[in-house]
């Protein structure tokens, strides 16, 4: 599985250093020195990582071959994608990668269906769940310990005690779509780094 690690940013300095706008929980593992890297667009890589800095709190790369500034700008936006085998679970049992929690059943701690999760969207201060509601309709779910109560893969569904107004009750139904629909668990935006309930996690998507 090819998931997106991080994106270049600007060039720093004139020896070929760039900004890096990370997407994994865990850069140690996925954007060490040595580490050999696909791009989006594919034209600008595989990219080996020379070495790595972290400078007034941002993380800062230097891959082979880019030696000057001109050739760091260039890399500006350049997407830096790993291979990662998709049976891979994260260290810390309380977060989850993306393509885990995609497509899972939302309900209620009564059984009471809400939707499935269509999208993870990572922001600054925590991580949204994109649930599609059966009627098409869309509602989002902070991924945080109050509201999200547990995340159950072997039975495919996420629990949810949601506070009042967070979801209109009349469109919830108690049966699954996916005992409708007779389909697992599908692929999805998949991140690196995951999500976890807690607090604000990495960015990523399938590629």
């Known amino acids: 599985m090819q998931l997106v690690v991080a994106r270049i940013g600007r060039a720093h300095g004139i020896k070929g ?25 594919a034209g600008a890589g ?31 936006n350049t997407l830096l994608i790993a291979d990662i085998d998709p049976a891979e679970l994260p260290e810390d049992p309380e977060e989850f990668y993306d393509h885990q929690l995609m497509d899972l059943d939302v309900v209620l701690a009564d059984g009471t269906e809400i939707g499935r999760i269509t999208e993870i969207t990572h922001l600054p201060s925590q991580d949204l769940f994109i649930v599609e509601r059966p009627d098409g309709s869309e509602v989002m779910i902070p991924f945080v310990e109050e509201i999200v109560t547990e995340i159950d893969l072997a039975e495919q569904r996420a629990v949810i005690t949601p506070p009042p107004g967070l979801i209109d009750a009349d469109q919830a139904v108690i049966a699954s779509a996916r ?14 780094g995951g999500a976890s309930a807690g607090g604000a996690s990495a960015d990523g998507k399938d590629v």
């Open 46 to 76: 595989p990219l080996t990582i020379e070495t790595g800095r972290v400078h007034s709190g941002r993380l800062l790369l230097r891959f082979e071959g880019v030696r000057d500034r001109t050739a760091a700008e260039a890399l500006r």
């Open 17 to 41: 250093e760039v900004t890096v706008e990370v997407r994994t929980d865990e850069p140690e593992l996925r954007l060490g020195p040595g580490a050999v890297l696909a791009t989006e667009p």
């Open 179 to 192: 005992d409708e629909e007779g389909d697992g668990a599908g692929g999805g935006a998949a991140s690196a």
